[in-house]
């Protein structure tokens, strides 16, 4: 019996009641934690209205950070969006992963056994009672399989589908008065897509298929590096895979320019070939999720890929509209955009919208579009990348606004803007425009369906509800 389920030989309505005590107490956990904090700010530019303070975004942080669970995995993923949030606040939310407190090991041993029965430390050869790491849904211990081989044990915290469920309801709030504070943007699919991401994460059976996906897509590149699943050592919450020894990508800035090129162009690779002939991202760009292992000979320096959960899969013809509107910037054809724009579910497109939507489209797109040897985004810091420009393009939605983002937006810039943030981290030269030409090279939509719907059928990723 799962040790967050209810006692034996209750009913459906004893669980749902169960179900809805949790919530309950979830609501009351952030509007205490949060509540204060959200009033003092009220009339600062939380969302986009005038000034705050750091103190504010600091204790903001600590309130979140001791909640664990999707309302903090939330914070960080807006953190990652240019505007968004003020700079203070992204800076503090941003540090959350890193500053998740670990669940203590008597709670380990109770959801171990609810997961793998009373005998389950007989089926490890060694499990290490402090976590190696905790995140915001969970958390990691090493261990060994009887065979000695060294594992990543991710072990879900309990409750996570009724804060999922709370959390979900606090988040529509905050974007609905969001809405009515600044109506350049209607966050309706914004809410919708983190919805559905964030329930797809606490299926770590899911999170497997990606793995097994990810790993077949990069059988044949030994640059990229992906954990290989222990079957029978996983359920739908608790995940067992191999450990992959590496190091922080931070820990490479002072390295030779050569070594960091090197490391950021298998960068590129990892995120955007399974994009361009695949139709899938790697969603999470926290630096927690990539690590880097020494490599030799033609090999260079190797990319481990952590962390399954924030997988986004496109229909091919988004992907599509990613080409088309790179092939339009590159021609200067506002016809060509503004028909990539349409394909993707912009709607009531005028001529003032299309040129302003393009402003952050050249922001993207920028050293693809360049053929030179540069960096990502020349002079500007990690943490102020795409702010600039983004609230260019939101001052200009006030006036034009408002607009709609298609859902596959939400994911696509978050990453892409990460991607271009670990490229600034290591201080990286490449000639973009090279390495993304080579990328979409032939592009060609239909072969794309077929290539997606026979690799995520191989790897058994189970169909978006």
Not at 56 to 64: D, I, N, R
Not at 68 to 94: H, N, R, W
Not at 271 to 300: A, C, K, Q
Not at 379 to 408: C, M, N, S
Request: glycine letters at 8%; one cysteine or more.
């Amino acid at each position: 019996m799962s040790d967050d389920a209810p006692p034996p030989g209750k009913g459906p309505r004893d669980r749902e009641a169960n179900r809805f005590g949790r919530r309950v107490q979830r609501y009351a956990q952030v509007g205490a934690g949060v509540g204060g904090i959200a009033a003092r700010a009220a009339g600062a530019r939380l969302f986009g209205l005038d000034q705050v303070d750091g103190r504010t975004a600091k204790e903001l942080k600590a309130a979140l950070g001791g909640l664990k669970g999707p309302i903090m995995k939330v914070a960080q993923m807006i953190a990652t969006v240019p505007e968004m949030v003020p700079a203070e606040f992204a800076s503090e939310l941003s540090e959350l992963q890193s500053a998740a407190p670990p669940m203590g090991w008597p709670f380990v041993k109770r959801r171990m056994r609810a997961e793998l029965g009373p005998n389950w430390e007989q089926r490890f050869g060694s499990f290490e009672r402090e976590a190696a790491a905790a995140a915001s849904l969970g958390q990691v211990h090493r261990a060994t399989s009887l065979a000695g081989e060294a594992l990543a044990v991710k072990l879900q915290y309990p409750d996570m589908q009724s804060a999922v469920d709370a959390d979900l309801k606090q988040l529509s709030l905050i974007f609905s008065i969001h809405r009515r504070m600044d109506r350049a943007i209607d966050t309706s699919e914004i809410h919708a897509e983190i919805g559905e991401r964030l329930r797809e994460e606490l299926d770590y059976l899911r999170e497997a298929a990606h793995m097994r996906l990810y790993a077949d897509i990069f059988a044949d590149d030994p640059r990229i590096a992906v954990p290989r699943v222990f079957e029978d050592l996983t359920t739908k919450r608790l995940l067992t895979m191999s450990w992959l020894e590496g190091e922080p990508i931070l820990s490479f800035r002072e390295h030779p320019l050569e070594e960091r090129n090197s490391i950021a162009e298998t960068m590129f690779a990892a995120w955007w070939m399974p994009f361009s002939r695949y139709g899938v991202i790697h969603g999470d760009p926290h630096l927690g999720n990539y690590s880097v292992r020494t490599g030799s000979g033609s090999e260079g320096w190797g990319i481990n890929l952590l962390d399954y959960g924030c997988i986004r899969i496109f229909p091919p013809s988004f992907v599509a509209g990613v080409v088309e509107l790179y092939r339009a910037l590159e021609t200067d054809d506002r016809d060509r955009a503004a028909a990539a724009y349409e394909n993707w579910g912009f709607r009531n497109l005028s001529a003032d919208l299309i040129d302003t939507l393009n402003v952050w489209a050249r922001f993207i797109y920028a050293p693809m579009l360049d053929n030179r040897v540069r960096s990502v985004a020349d002079g500007i810091k990690p943490g102020d990348y795409g702010r600039k420009e983004a609230f260019g393009v939101h001052k200009r939605l006030r006036e034009l606004g408002p607009v709609t983002p298609p859902r596959e937006f939400v994911f696509m810039d978050r990453a892409a803007i990460g991607l271009g943030s670990v490229f600034l981290h290591l201080g990286a030269e490449l000639n973009f425009h090279r390495l993304f030409n080579e990328t979409i090279e032939a592009f060609d939509a239909t072969k794309l369906d077929k290539r997606q719907s026979a690799a995520l059928k191989k790897a058994e990723v189970p169909l978006a509800a």
